[in-house]
């Protein structure tokens, strides 16, 4: 979203020099109200509140799933790959969704937790969830990272049908909503996990 920020910007003042006009004002907010924001809720009874939950929801957690053998750590090179999915599979993505009372998202979130169970046998899975946490904020037009990144629980079962963990995923995303503005590295910090853990943040879903 910071990027996006910058680009439309960027694109204003493209705009202004081939029209041979003046860029308009730039629309940017000051960071520092949303210092003073972030102090204030640290502050907050919110804060106590949300740092429970989630000691709560993440009790005898383990330790992250991971997809690579051996510690891990920042890599040299990244590998991207990209897929296109065409419009049968976009509306079976949708169906999917629909199925359990959720969105297509959910059932991407779903598809992912059921492909880590069968790659590591685990059936109790934290994959990492960006939120934005910015709508209502301060941060809402200061070009800045403001994204969260958060674990999302979930207990994939070999018996459990697809829409059924469809549901699982959007109960758990309802139960977070609430809590997401609570820092993922706090969150990390607040279970004092070992040296050299992975921590429960695992594969994530963006």
Known sequence: FGFSL???????HYT???AGTEPPAPRFAPVEPVVREEESYRESDAFAADRAFWADYLADVEEAVALSPGASGIARRSRAVRFTLDA??????????????????????????????????????????????RLGSAAL????????????????????????????????VARCRKHYRYRGEDIQRDLRLPAGSRGVIGPSVN
Request: charged share 20%.
């Open 6 to 12: 910058f680009n439309r910007r960027i694109g204003e």
């Open 88 to 133: 049968q599979q976009q509306n079976a993505l949708a169906a999917l969704g629909k199925s359990a009372r959720g969105s297509w998202g959910d059932a991407v979130t779903a598809l992912v937790a059921a492909y880590l169970r069968g790659a590591t046998g685990r059936d109790d899975i934290t994959i990492g969830f960006p939120v934005m946490n």
């Open 16 to 18: 202004a020099l081939v």
């Open 141 to 172: 037009n200061v070009p800045m990272t403001a994204v969260n990144v958060v674990p999302l629980r979930l207990r994939p079962a070999a018996r459990d049908s697809l829409s059924g963990l469809v549901g699982q995923v959007r109960d758990s």
